[in-house]
């Protein structure tokens, strides 16, 4: 089964929740595909200073996930996104242009710096957002979920930590389940 995973690699909660995806896909026979989603263009002219720099940042890095996804260069995009995410989630630090560039050198993205550098992918990087909220928005954020063949998407599932693979298995199996219904639009409980 065919799972895409619309991700803005600057959120705590997305890079968990892709930790979770990666633990579960072997064991559900998943095939991952990975896509931008942007909260700068989420909140475009509503980032607040303190995250401007890694908004920028976190920009640069989804112009090399559009280009490699459009390469059809899933794993190394794959790659690329653990890469980042062990430098800064893993690490308790913000995203920068520094570790965006570490990161597509250690996933041997040869001539990165190119793509990174180049605004002319911020199309296909809105494009693929916008994708993500026809497909579970509006009032969602990253991460969302698509499965092949299910008429939407959805926002999340959102977890505080990978949890272990019994009970990661058993959140799939019903994200799964919920994800077809055509009725269903939330669940939801306050973090505490």
């Given at each position: 089964m065919e799972v895409t995973?619309?991700?803005?690699?600057?959120?705590?909660?997305?890079?968990?929740?892709?930790?979770?995806?990666?633990?579960?896909?072997?064991?559900?026979?998943?095939?991952l595909r990975w896509r931008p989603f942007s909260l700068a263009i989420l909140n475009e002219g509503n980032v607040p200073e303190q995250f401007r720099a890694a908004m920028a940042a976190s920009s640069r890095a989804l112009r090399l996930v559009a280009a490699l996804s459009a390469d059809g260069r899933q794993?190394?995009?794959?790659?690329f996104y653990t890469?980042?995410?062990?430098?800064?989630?893993?690490?308790?630090?913000?995203?920068?242009?520094?570790?965006?560039?570490?990161?597509?050198?250690?996933?041997?993205?040869?001539?990165?710096?190119?793509?990174?550098?180049?605004?002319?992918?911020d199309e296909a990087v809105r494009e693929s957002h916008e994708a993500a909220?026809?497909?579970?928005?509006?009032?969602?954020?990253?991460?969302?979920?698509?499965?092949?063949?299910?008429?939407?998407?959805?926002?999340?599932?959102?977890?505080g930590e990978v949890p272990s693979l019994d009970e990661s298995l058993q959140i799939w199996d019903a994200t799964a389940a919920l994800i077809r219904v055509g009725t269903f639009f939330e669940v939801k409980r306050g973090r505490g």
């Amino acid at each position: 089964m065919e799972v895409t995973f619309y991700f803005d690699p600057a959120c705590p909660f997305t890079w968990r929740t892709s930790r979770w995806l990666r633990t579960v896909a072997p064991e559900r026979g998943l095939t991952l595909r990975w896509r931008p989603f942007s909260l700068a263009i989420l909140n475009e002219g509503n980032v607040p200073e303190q995250f401007r720099a890694a908004m920028a940042a976190s920009s640069r890095a989804l112009r090399l996930v559009a280009a490699l996804s459009a390469d059809g260069r899933q794993d190394q995009l794959g790659d690329f996104y653990t890469e980042i995410g062990n430098r800064t989630h893993e690490a308790d630090a913000r995203i920068s242009d520094e570790i965006v560039a570490a990161a597509a050198e250690a996933a041997g993205v040869e001539k990165a710096d190119t793509v990174l550098d180049d605004p002319a992918w911020d199309e296909a990087v809105r494009e693929s957002h916008e994708a993500a909220m026809a497909l579970a928005g509006p009032g969602i954020g990253s991460p969302v979920l698509q499965v092949a063949g299910a008429e939407r998407g959805l926002h999340g599932p959102i977890i505080g930590e990978v949890p272990s693979l019994d009970e990661s298995l058993q959140i799939w199996d019903a994200t799964a389940a919920l994800i077809r219904v055509g009725t269903f639009f939330e669940v939801k409980r306050g973090r505490g």
